[in-house]
Structures are given as structure tokens and as C-alpha cells.
């Protein structure tokens, strides 16, 4: 593969140069015709300077002779005009001079260009000050004319020797631009002839007689033609493919035979165990869930029980109170038993949501309120800050608290000392935010990325339980189109954070009238 490769880099190489070379000439060349153009402009711009010194000075000195009395009361503006005039040519000539200085020239040309600059402008101040002179005196100087004239003439051949010098430049651009894709032309058809008899031919029979082999051909041989590589490619090729044909027909009777009866067995055992995954998965997630679900309200209606007993002065607004709370959560209870029932018959974890109008901060004090007496009772505090009186959400109150009993839930049972919870809600852009912070042990950070899945608890939490709140908690969230995150420090604390989408205003109307 050497000599190809070689070949190979060879041509690369004289085609870029081909092409390299004259695109380098070009370059130079579109260079030099714009300044040579740039040039032709500045001359033409003095140019018209000293025209239009010329036409002033001769309207002067005929506004002498057809109004004396006004061009003796009008002289100094007349000698301002010509003072200015002479300032504009005087800066189209100094931009003439920069111009030269910065164009690519040789250093004896450029010197010279910049000479002629120069003495064109010494030529323009003599004009201006015959000029004044004349205006000032009482006879007509009449040196400007020539010098006018003069100027006029060599801007005049300096602007024709720009545009013609442009021109044969460019129309060189041209010729070698047109030689250069003569050149590529016929080097890119002696290149094509060449790679169609020693590259593409030889490789056009190296892919028929892949495909062949590919689509289970193996009596297909390969033409040995081309370099001496290819050739070597097409021997090795034939004998490769001979030798892979009598091993392809051997392993072929055997993996027949092995297949069937691999595939009898693998069917039969794959039904199997997946019959016995489902059934002890779904076994073992009901029973998770369940026991899981049914602690907190548990826990809490028996707090309320226990807190009311011992209080032997309590009064009946009281006992009324702490029976509805029992009540409540009593009712909560079945509708969690149900939703077992739900999550036993089915392969995902997502429960059961009715999507309505809820109010985000009433859902809120309300779960809230069913710990106070139980954290309270412990030594602890639970606080809900102050934020708007209502927060509209799309999602489901009953689900809401549930998921906001669970995260609670988890302050409690995992702070060592006396619960400190604090709570909050606000509005960010269209979610309403619902913050539940704890100031318990905290998390390790290797434990976080795995709360939310099933099964999974924290390697440092003790306490009952499957690992299952966070799981269901974000299920429920999920399902009401929100999110749920979490962060944590190892004793400094959890921060929960639930974000729900507001109700959208038409969807507040349609709610409203139905």
C-alpha cells in the first residue's frame, strides 16, 4: 500500500499547487487593482478640486468687471470661498499622499508619486494665493490661470494612468485565472482516467464481492486487476473467501441444530421467569406500599387518640375537633387502601389524579395543621410562613396533602432532636412553589440521587419503612404536571421543594361555569 499511498499524496500535492499558486498571483493582483482604483478616485477628486477652483476664480474676476460696487462690499467673503476651496483640494492631495504610502509600490516609485503629491500641492497653495492677490489688488492677477490649467492637466493624465493601469492588471487576474482552470481542467480528467483504471475498478469488484459474501455467496471470486496492492488485495481476497466458505457450511449444520433446540428451551424458560418476576414485583410493592401508606395516618390518628386522653380537662370543642381530624384521616386511609388496590394490579407506580382547580395554600395549612399537636406533643415546632391568601393550581387537593403528609412525615421520623419544620408558598413565574424545610440530620450526598426511587433508603436513616414515600410523592406530583426536588446537608437540614403549574385563566373561567 506504499506505492499507492504515495501515488496518492503526489497528486494531492501538484493539484494544490496548481491551484495554490495562481489563486496566491490572483490575490496579489485584486490587491494591487484596488488601491490602483482607490488611487484613480483620490485623482479624481483633486481633479474636480481644481475644477471647481478654476470656475470660482473665473466667476470672481467676472463678477469684478459686471458689478464693482458689490464685489468690493462681497471681497472678503470671496477670499473666504476661495480659502476654502483651496482647503478641500488641499485634503483630497494629503489623501492622494497616504494613499501612495500605503500601497504595496516599490520604494524609488513611491518616492517619486509622493514627490509629484507633493508639488501638486505647493501648486495649489501658489493658486490660492494668486488668487487673493487678484481679489485683493486692483488689477487681475492672471498666474492662477496657468497654474489652474496645469494641475488640471497632470490630474487629469495621473487619473487616466490609474484606470488604464487597473485595467490591464485585472485583465491579467483574468488570463490567470482562465490558465489556472485550464490546467485544473485537464489534470482533473487525466486524474479521473487514471483513479477509473487503478482505484475504481479494482475497488468496484472488492465491493461485489463483499455484498456477495455478505448475502451468504461464497463461490464469488474477485478479477485480480489494478496495482499491485489491489492485486494482493483480490488474492487474499479469493483465498479468505474460499476458506470462510467451507467453514460457513460447517458451522451452519451445527448451529442449526443447536438453535432449535436452544430456542425450545430459552422460550420456555423466559415465560417462566417472567410470570415469576411480575407476581412476587407485584407482591412485594403492594405490600411495601401499603404498610408504608398506612403508618402516617395511623401514627397520627392514634397521637390525636392518645393527646385527647391524657388531657382529662379537655372541653368539647376540643374533643370534636380531634374527632374530625380522626375522621378525616380515617377517610384518608381508604382512599389509600384503594389506591393500593390500584397499584397491586398494575405495573406502574402512577396513581389515580382528578385534574381540577385547587387552592395550593389551603391544601397546604390544612396538612400543616394535622401535625401540629403530634410535633408539639414531641418538643418540636411546625411553621407555615405567611404568604398570598389563595394560589389556584391545576391538580388534585386530596393528592396534594398526601404529598405534603409525606414529606412532613419524613421531618419527623428522621430528625433526632425535637422536629423543627418550617413551610412556605409563593408564586415564581406560572408554578406555584411549595417549600417544606427541615432542620433534622440531614442526607448524605451519596443517597440523594437515589431518594425518589422505590425501595431505596437513605444508608444512614434508621426508622420502619420500604423507602417508598418519596417515590409515590413524586408519582403523585408527576401526575399533576408538577415536579419535585430535593436537597440536603448532613446536620444542617432538607429542603424540599414541590412546584405545581398555576391554573391557567381559561381553564379558571371554564371551572367557574361548570
Not at 310 to 319: G, K
Request: overall charge negative.
Amino acid at each position: 500500500m506504499n506505492a499507492l499511498r504515495l501515488k496518492l499524496w503526489v497528486s494531492l500535492v501538484f493539484m494544490l499547487f496548481i491551484v495554490a499558486v495562481p489563486g496566491v498571483i490572483a490575490n496579489h493582483a485584486v490587491k494591487v487593482v484596488r488601491a490602483q482604483q482607490a488611487r484613480s478616485e483620490a485623482s479624481s477628486q483633486s481633479l474636480s478640486a481644481f475644477q471647481r477652483l478654476a470656475v470660482l476664480g473665473y466667476t470672481l474676476q467676472q463678477e469684478r468687471y459686471t458689478d464693482p460696487s458689490a464685489f468690493v462690499q462681497d471681497r472678503e467673503l470671496y477670499i473666504d470661498g476661495v480659502r476654502s476651496h483651496v482647503t478641500n483640494a488641499e485634503r483630497y492631495i494629503n489623501a492622494e499622499i497616504k494613499m501612495i504610502s500605503e500601497t504595496p509600490l516599490k520604494r524609488k516609485q513611491r518616492a517619486s508619486e509622493i514627490e509629484e503629491e507633493v508639488k501638486q500641492r505647493e501648486t495649489l497653495k501658489k493658486i490660492g494665493a494668486s488668487l487673493e492677490r487678484s481679489l485683493k489688488g486692483d488689477k487681475p492677477d492672471t498666474v492662477w490661470e496657468d497654474l489652474v490649467f496645469e494641475a488640471i492637466k497632470i490630474e487629469e493624465r495621473e487619473a487616466k494612468e490609474y484606470h488604464r493601469s487597473s485595467i490591464e492588471t485585472f485583465q491579467g487576474v483574468i488570463d490567470t485565472m482562465t490558465l489556472t482552470v485550464t490546467v485544473v481542467t485537464i489534470c482533473g480528467l487525466l486524474a479521473v482516467f487514471w483513479g477509473q483504471r487503478q482505484l475504481i475498478r479494482p475497488l468496484g469488484n472488492l465491493l461485489q464481492g463483499t455484498r456477495a459474501m455478505a448475502e451468504g455467496d461464497y463461490t464469488q471470486r474477485v478479477p485480480i486487476v489494478g496495482t499491485t496492492e489491489f492485486r494482493a488485495i483480490a488474492e487474499s481476497f479469493n483465498i479468505m473467501a474460499s476458506r470462510v466458505g467451507e467453514s460457513a457450511d460447517t458451522l451452519r449444520r451445527s448451529n442449526e441444530e443447536l438453535e432449535r433446540a436452544v430456542a425450545r428451551r430459552t422460550s420456555e424458560l423466559t415465560a417462566t421467569n417472567r410470570s415469576l418476576e411480575r407476581s412476587n414485583r407485584l407482591r412485594q410493592q403492594f405490600l411495601a406500599d401499603a404498610s408504608h401508606e398506612l403508618r402516617t395516618p395511623l401514627s397520627i390518628m392514634r397521637s390525636e387518640a392518645e393527646i385527647t386522653l391524657r388531657d382529662a380537662s379537655a372541653q368539647s370543642v376540643d374533643l370534636r375537633g380531634a374527632l374530625d381530624r380522626v375522621v378525616r384521616l380515617s377517610e384518608l386511609m381508604a382512599e389509600m387502601i384503594e389506591d393500593m388496590l390500584n397499584l397491586a394490579r398494575a405495573e406502574e407506580p402512577m396513581l389515580h389524579t382528578t385534574i381540577e382547580p385547587v387552592d395550593a395554600v389551603a391544601a397546604v395549612t390544612d396538612s400543616i395543621a394535622d401535625f401540629h399537636r403530634v410535633i408539639e406533643a414531641d418538643g418540636g415546632k411546625i411553621v407555615l410562613h405567611e404568604g398570598p391568601s389563595s394560589i389556584i393550581v391545576e391538580g388534585d387537593e386530596a393528592r396534594l396533602k398526601q404529598v405534603i403528609r409525606i414529606v412532613v412525615d419524613n421531618a419527623v421520623c428522621y430528625s433526632t432532636h425535637a422536629p423543627n419544620v418550617e413551610a412556605s408558598i409563593s408564586v415564581e413565574e406560572d408554578h406555584a412553589v411549595i417549600t417544606i424545610t427541615d432542620h433534622g440530620d440531614g442526607i448524605p450526598t451519596e443517597d440523594l440521587p437515589y431518594l425518589f426511587q422505590r425501595f431505596r433508603r437513605g444508608s444512614k436513616r434508621s426508622g420502619s419503612g420500604q423507602g417508598l414515600g418519596l417515590s409515590i410523592a413524586r408519582s403523585i406530583t408527576e401526575a399533576m404536571g408538577g415536579t419535585i426536588s430535593l436537597t440536603s446537608r448532613v446536620n444542617v437540614g432538607t429542603v424540599v421543594t414541590i412546584r405545581l403549574p398555576l391554573m391557567s385563566p381559561a381553564s379558571a373561567i371554564d371551572g367557574a361555569s361548570t
